[in-house]
């Protein structure tokens, strides 16, 4: 949830590992890597073909964020958008910037990199990072089995080369291939980690305990560093988070327990509805209640909505990704089947 909208933090909590709690930026690089890390295990592991692994990745994304845009149009909409006394400048200038007209929702739903377009649900910055890198991810995961070591070096090359056109030339593009290049590097090491994940497991299981609370303590505050250098330091720490989470037993565990996998279950709903439930919210709220009622209420909505989508949106389209992606596998061995035939 955004702290951000309530309360913008001190200064001085940006040098410390606070800063994480008001740093969404750093847990999207967390995202990413964790993205290429389960994409790996379950694209080797169900050996689809491109086609088949394509349209299960549309049916899991892209129906649920067009739910999510459309419902935030509709709040807009109702509720009305007039400047909030009492809220941060996020609150008031990053969400519902532009009154939702055909065209402004038909924007979003194509997912350009145009910020103001992307104010009706604006952590859909990472799901347009997120779709684009899906297209190219089997070749990604094909790479890594090859050779994880150069297709890890030639994916941070090709970021850091991404970060430097963006940073010189400041392209003002409605689909800009450079803002989407810099995050490639972090799919391909939570791929690696995936292909490694045997190894990685072994090596840390036989650390003792304070080896691996010192793993966690750099882990959180290379995580907590404002990201630079294309988010290296961000990066590590968020790979070694991923690493600690399944490699480590304790925490394997404490992970597989009824609320963190409930939690997990309804994530990309809960992602995706949060910013438009709290911005209805705060326009509801502001002036009526007292302020700090805002936060807790605006989460309890959310977890509520993020549940409701899960089990009216996100589960069924999974459902049908993965029975498109089945006839479309059946059809690809028929066809191989029956030139084989002719042969």
């Known amino acids: ?52 692994f394509m349209i299960k990745r549309l049916w899991r994304i892209y129906p649920p964020f067009c739910v999510a845009i459309l419902a935030s149009a509709a ?15 996020w609150a008031n200038q990053s969400s519902w910037q532009l009154r939702p007209t055909l065209s402004v929702v038909a924007a979003h739903l194509a997912m350009t990199d145009i910020e103001a377009l992307h104010s009706l649900d604006n952590p859909m910055w990472s799901l347009v990072v997120e779709m684009r890198i899906s297209i190219l991810f089997p070749l990604i995961a094909l790479a890594i ?26 392209p003002d593009w409605l689909f800009d291939p450079l803002s989407t290049g810099r995050f490639l590097y972090l799919f391909a090491v ?15 299981q036989v650390q003792h305990w304070p080896v691996r609370l010192v793993l966690w303590c750099a ?14 330091p961000t990066a590590i720490g968020s790979t070694m988070i991923v690493a600690l989470c399944f490699a480590d037993t304790k925490t394997d565990a404490a992970l597989a327990t009824p609320a963190p996998m409930w939690l997990g279950k309804i994530s990309y709903s809960l992602y995706l509805i949060h910013v438009p439930i709290l911005i209805a919210s705060a326009h509801l709220m502001t002036g009526r209640v007292p302020i700090f009622w805002i936060f ?35 059809l690809n061995s028929n066809q191989a089947q029956q030139q084989t035939n002719r042969a």
Not at 78 to 86: H, N, R, S, T
Not at 146 to 162: D, E, M, Q, Y
């Open 1 to 52: 949830m955004r702290l951000l909208a309530i309360e913008t933090p001190p200064a001085w909590i940006k040098y410390t590992p606070l800063r994480i709690l008001f740093s969404g930026q750093s847990a999207v690089l967390l995202f990413f890597v964790l993205s290429g890390f389960v994409l790996h295990l379950a694209f080797v592991s169900s050996r689809d073909g491109y086609w088949s």
């Open 75 to 89: 709040l807009y909409h109702l509720i009305g958008a007039a400047p909030m006394d009492g809220l941060t400048d």
């Open 145 to 170: 089995q090859w050779n994880w070591r150069t297709t890890c070096f030639g994916a941070l090359v090709i970021s850091l080369a991404c970060t430097y056109l963006e940073q010189r030339f400041v």
């Open 190 to 204: 939570g791929a690696a980690m995936a292909e490694n994940s045997k190894s990685i497991r072994m090596a840390l």
């Open 219 to 232: 882990a959180l505050a290379l995580l907590s560093i404002s990201p630079i250098l294309a988010g290296i």
């Open 296 to 330: 807790p209420v605006a989460l309890l909505l959310s977890l509520l909505a993020a549940e409701l989508m899960y089990r009216a949106v996100e589960s069924p389209a999974i459902a049908i990704g993965r029975r498109m992606a089945g006839w479309s596998k059946s």
